[in-house]
């Protein structure tokens, strides 16, 4: 009897899993298949023995990425430029997202089209040259306009290291609050308006309404987008560290992160393994984290972690 429910209930859920069947093949053939390729951080690669027929070469490419005298500065850079990103980023955008919120229908579809969608639309190339065209020695709008109003002299950005730091999490802001700001929006606008109506009969503010409603309520959807964020604190926006700086050796001090540096090893190096090393140190490393910070966001709250 048991056997006929199960193949009744089988049969009756046919079509769904026809349904699925190209989603699972694009996620076989695109994310599993390739996890064979991962022996490669553990093998001296040649070109002519290919991949299981290259020498083993155990640890050595590991040693070799991380023995460097480069190695303090890139994982420096990645962790921190990383952490300041999520920060500023998700706080921005939950503050956009809320003062959009409180606007009028008509008027927040003209600042969606415009502030939110826009930038994130233009990709890093195209933001790329529009930085140029901002911090250009010659030609720029910071050096030929903004500074002579300040009655300052001229400054070489793109030799100057010590301004990166600002440089790049403004870029990044630009580019990525506003697709936060639409999954916060989004959030909002779902929340039950009688939750607001019975606050103002109890005099409550606009702030004690943000404090005490519109943030526990989206509470959740900010768990998942900053453990989202933390399991990929490793990886880096090769574009804005790559292009952005306009791949400025004089300033690799503040700008070269474990992508870009994997990448110029790899372009002038040619060393594949090298390479497959930094890609699986990342992904352990972002898994792990993904682990812990939900564990921890379990223990605070046990509704707001993903699993």
Do not use: C
Request: hydrophobic fraction near 50%; aromatic fraction near 14%; proline fraction near 4%.
């Amino acid at each position: 009897m048991n056997r006929k429910r199960i193949f009744n209930n089988f049969r009756r859920y046919i079509p769904l899993f026809i349904m699925t069947l190209p989603g699972l093949a694009y996620l076989v053939i695109n994310n599993y298949i390739p996890m064979a390729g991962l022996v490669i951080a553990f093998k001296d690669f040649n070109y002519a023995n290919g991949i299981f027929g290259s020498r083993w070469a155990g640890m050595r490419n590991f040693e070799f990425l991380f023995r460097t005298h480069d190695a303090f500065v890139i994982t420096r850079n990645t962790i921190l430029y990383n952490a300041a990103f999520i920060i500023i980023n998700t706080v921005t955008a939950i503050a956009a997202a809320i003062m959009l919120s409180e606007v009028t229908k008509k008027i927040l579809m003209r600042v969606y089209q415009t502030v939110i969608l826009v930038p994130y639309l233009i990709s890093i190339v195209i933001v790329s040259y529009l930085v140029y065209g901002f911090l250009s020695v010659n030609v720029g709008f910071v050096n030929k306009t903004i500074l002579p109003l300040l009655g300052m002299e001229s400054i070489a950005w793109y030799t100057e290291a010590k301004y990166w730091p600002v440089i790049l999490p403004v870029v990044s802001l630009w580019r990525g609050f506003g697709f936060y700001a639409v999954i916060y929006l989004s959030s909002i606008v779902g929340i039950d308006r009688t939750f607001y109506e019975a606050a103002e009969l109890d005099g409550a503010s606009k702030f004690q309404n943000i404090r005490h409603i519109t943030l526990p309520l989206i509470a959740p959807v900010i768990s998942m987008m900053m453990l989202l964020a933390v399991g990929r604190i490793f990886y880096s926006d090769f574009g804005l560290f790559y292009q952005v700086p306009m791949n400025s050796g004089a300033l690799y001090s503040t700008t070269n992160v474990i992508d870009t540096y994997v990448y110029r090893g790899l372009m002038q190096l040619g060393d594949i393994g090298m390479s497959a090393a930094a890609g699986l140190y990342q992904s352990l490393v972002g898994f792990l984290l993904v682990l812990g910070s939900n564990l921890l966001v379990r223990k605070v709250n046990p509704d707001n972690a993903l699993f």
